[in-house]
Structures are given as structure tokens and as C-alpha cells.
């Protein structure tokens, strides 16, 4: 059994282009031998977003602290703490964080098998 606090776990740049300010904790992962889904805490600063992007796995998202807009490419929502998105595979999707705080959310994967 793994048991950490989150700020136990490494705070990582995230690889891909088009974000801004964002950063992440890879809460749960293959390092821990999880070998079906990793478990991802991003954290967006006031101003920042995830890239705009797609790729061919759904994932799921939890809102924990913050408030933005969930775009794609025809239309924006706004969300709020508390609130949850599925976004299936294939679908465009960016997160804005519009708040004055530092947004939170889980962001849980799968693994391709």
C-alpha cells in the first residue's frame, strides 16, 4: 500500500506545448505499480491553461480548488470546485484557470494495454 501526502510527491513541468503556468504531481503511476490507471494532480496558476489537445484515451477529471473554463474547440463551460468532466477519447479539451487562485484538479488515465 502507497500512503503520502500529496506534497510528498514531486512537482513536475508538464511536457507538452501550449500550456502555461501549469504544473503536476503523478499521485499514482506505473512507479508505484499501479499498471491500469495513474492518478495526476495538476495545479494552474491564475492566467495559465492546459494545451488545447486531443488523444486517443478518455480520462477523468475532479475540480478540487479553483474555478475556469473547459474549452473545446466549438464552445467553452465554465466550471467551479466540485465539479466533475469525463472527456472521452478524441475529444478536444483545454482547462483555463479565469480564478484569482491556483486551480486544482485529479486527473485519472488509463494505461493503454
Sequence with gaps: MKHVHYTEVELETPEEEGAKD???RWLISKKDNANN???RLFEVKP???TP???HD??????ILEGEGVAKNKESEEP???????????????QFINTGEK???????I???K
Design 47 to 49: 492566467g495559465g491553461y
Design 37 to 39: 490507471f495513474a492518478m
Design 102 to 108: 491556483t486551480l486544482k484538479f485529479l486527473c485519472l
Design 57 to 62: 484515451w478518455e480520462h477523468e477529471v475532479f
Design 110 to 112: 488509463p494505461y493503454k
Design 22 to 24: 501549469v504544473k503536476l
Design 79 to 93: 466550471f467551479k470546485s466540485g465539479d466533475v468532466f469525463f472527456i472521452p477519447p478524441m475529444e478536444w479539451h
Design 52 to 54: 488545447l489537445h486531443q
